[in-house]
């Protein structure tokens, strides 16, 4: 029988993911991603090394399709506070330059030198050693999620789960209080309004979309302020939750 959780998420400190990034400007929308939960609550595995270029999600997410299990994004349930900061990559050293995608420093007994835009580091041995570029900011401003911030998701699972009651969330690990609790199924229905966020590729093929508004996010995009056709869940509430949901992944091939 299936089982349904309404969870609601408190940050603890400010909570950033880089959603959106124009210019120096690295900005976390107004809500959390389904899949960034999956791996915060521990029913995806979180590995200790990824060598930066290998994709997991669709070995992590298959597993918790054969499971049962999923996950709807975590919606803003007030209105949406943030936190605005500054932060810079220079080197502390007491020398360095700004160079073509990359801050020069000079070890210990060496120097550097450039030759028209490309810089090298001597240390009057061996053959110099090119900068590199490195394809990171080195300054900006970054918005976060501030704390106080509550979001609800649900969780939704063929057989009963132990959610933890704190997770670490975001880029910086961030510290979140999370309050679950199960739900009651009163009825199904036929279709309605939903508006709180769902990710529309996820929706079963009975569930057929008529209107809803586009939040163009990675790795996949979000909807809400929708009104579907097709198996629902009537919760305790009076909420509408989709039947059949799962991790659409063939929008990671």
């Known amino acids: 029988m299936v089982q349904i959780y309404r969870c609601r998420l408190v940050l603890q400190e400010p909570t950033f993911f880089s ?23 521990g029913l995806a595995p979180s590995r200790y090394y ?73 240390d009057g041995v061996s053959t110099p050693k090119k900068v590199r570029v ?14 106080g911030t509550t979001a609800e998701f649900y969780a939704i699972s063929q057989r009963e789960l132990q959610l933890p009651s704190y ?21 199904e229905s036929a279709g309605g309004s939903i508006p709180f966020l769902l990710a529309g590729a996820d929706l079963s093929p009975a569930c057929r979309l008529l209107a809803f508004d586009v939040l163009h996010v990675p790795p996949t995009p979000l909807i809400r302020n929708s009104h579907v056709q097709g198996p629902c869940y009537e919760l305790d509430d009076g ?12 929008a990671f091939k």
């Open 239 to 250: 909420k509408l939750l989709p039947q059949g949901m799962a991790f659409n992944l063939e």
């Open 167 to 187: 997770l670490r969330l975001g880029k910086w690990m961030s510290k979140a209080y999370l309050q679950s609790q199960p739900v009651t199924i009163r009825a």
């Open 50 to 122: 990824n060598d930066g270029k290998t994709i997991y999600y669709q070995q992590d997410l298959a597993a918790l399709n054969q499971a049962g299990v999923y996950l709807t994004p975590a919606t803003i349930t007030d209105a949406a506070k943030f936190s605005l900061g500054q932060f810079n990559a220079q080197a502390e050293s007491y020398w360095f330059a700004m160079g073509n995608n990359a801050i020069i420093t000079a070890p210990e007994g060496t120097w550097a030198e450039r030759n028209s835009s490309t810089w090298y580091i001597h």
């Open 19 to 41: 959603t959106r990034e124009i210019s120096n400007l690295y900005q976390t929308e107004a809500f959390i991603g389904h899949i960034a939960l999956a791996y915060a609550l």
């Open 134 to 147: 490195e394809n990171r900011p080195q300054f900006g401003r970054i918005r976060a999620l501030a704390i």
